[in-house]
């Protein structure tokens, strides 16, 4: 996707134009670390309640698949 924004000329014209590109895809990339499992089975059931939204359960330690993760949540960090 490409998104762009002008405004009004002005005496400095290098800012009058604005350019963005994002990368979209179909679901939110959720990881869950689940050191507390009561914890982490309530946040999957509501996450996967939402049709966009990819929610996996991690390993504790593998920093590697977190950071794979748009949003990584900790249930009972200690």
């Keep these: 996707m490409t998104a762009a924004a ?5 005496e400095f014209s290098a800012d009058n134009e604005a ?7 179909s679901a939110l990339r959720v990881g869950i670390v689940a050191a507390e499992p009561a914890t982490a089975a309530a946040w999957r ?3 996967r309640a939402l049709e966009w939204v990819d929610v ?23």
């Design 56 to 78: 996996r359960t991690l390993p504790a330690g593998d920093w590697q698949a977190a950071a794979d993760m748009d949003v990584l949540m900790l249930a009972g960090w200690d």
């Design 6 to 10: 002008r405004i009004d000329e002005d």
């Design 45 to 47: 059931r509501a996450l």
């Design 19 to 25: 350019w963005l590109a994002a990368t979209v895809r």
